[in-house]
């Protein structure tokens, strides 16, 4: 699995939009982009994941770059319970590579009032 | 709908002990992984369960094991424990087939002592 490179923290104002940036420059033409999140206390969420299409569901979008090197989570109105360690995952998504998640540190999003 | 539960939520063993974690998957799924997190970092994956057999392994030594029985719920066994065992073990399940939207439990956190 490609390795993901994210910042250590981000601060986001309540209300406004969050845009998480993730590097993956080495990653395969048939590995995805997952995105995770860890609320403290709590086990991973799954948030979105997509190819090289911009995708979107009711937690969040995901866009990626048309080189697919990186890629940005955005959250439109953050709130304060969207503050947690956001991990931004590439594999491959086939039957063959088995359930493993290779976790790196993540993001660790503060949302302020 | 019950997502993943695990139990216990804490637990405190001395060096040298035995544990065993529990988890009942998601309902409707079937395949069942486990991961250590360690304070501050991302989770690492130990091993995955389908159909009662490990499926796939990380690098973590054979004093892991692992066990899935016919309802599809599966225990975590760590023997000789040691201190750096003390971290949250979370347990991941899907559905076969479904390779996104794992869902993972709150953990249990373990302290050695």
């Known amino acids: 699995d490609a390795k993901t490179t994210q910042p250590t923290s981000m601060d986001c104002a309540e209300g406004r939009a969050a845009n998480l940036p993730c590097n993956h420059s080495t990653i395969s033409g048939n590995e995805y982009v997952y995105w995770y999140r860890q609320i403290h206390s709590q086990g991973p969420q799954y948030i979105i994941h997509?190819?090289?299409n911009n995708e979107t569901n009711e937690m969040a979008s995901l866009i990626i770059t048309e080189d697919r090197k990186s890629s940005t989570l955005i959250l439109p109105h953050a709130t304060l319970r969207d503050t947690a360690v956001y991990y931004c995952i590439v594999r491959v998504a086939k039957e063959t590579s088995g359930s493993r998640l290779t976790f790196g540190e993540g993001t660790q999003l503060t949302v302020n009032p | 709908d019950a997502g993943v539960t695990q139990s216990p939520t804490h637990l405190i063993k001395t060096r040298g002990q035995q544990v065993t974690l529990r988890c009942s998957p998601k309902?409707?799924?079937?395949?069942v992984s486990w991961y250590q997190q360690a304070l501050g970092q991302g989770p690492q994956f130990i091993f995955q369960y389908y159909e009662e057999e490990e499926r796939q392994r990380g690098n973590f030594p054979d004093r892991f094991s692992g066990h899935q029985f016919p309802n599809y719920s599966s225990e975590l066994n760590v023997n000789a424990l040691l201190l750096g065992d003390s971290a949250l073990y979370l347990c991941?399940?899907?559905?076969?087939?479904?390779?996104?939207?794992?869902?993972f439990g709150s953990g249990t956190r373990l302290t050695v002592v």
């Open positions: 309902s409707g799924h079937d395949t």
């Open positions: 997509g190819l090289k």
């Open positions: 991941a399940s899907r559905r076969q087939g479904r390779d996104y939207g794992y869902t």
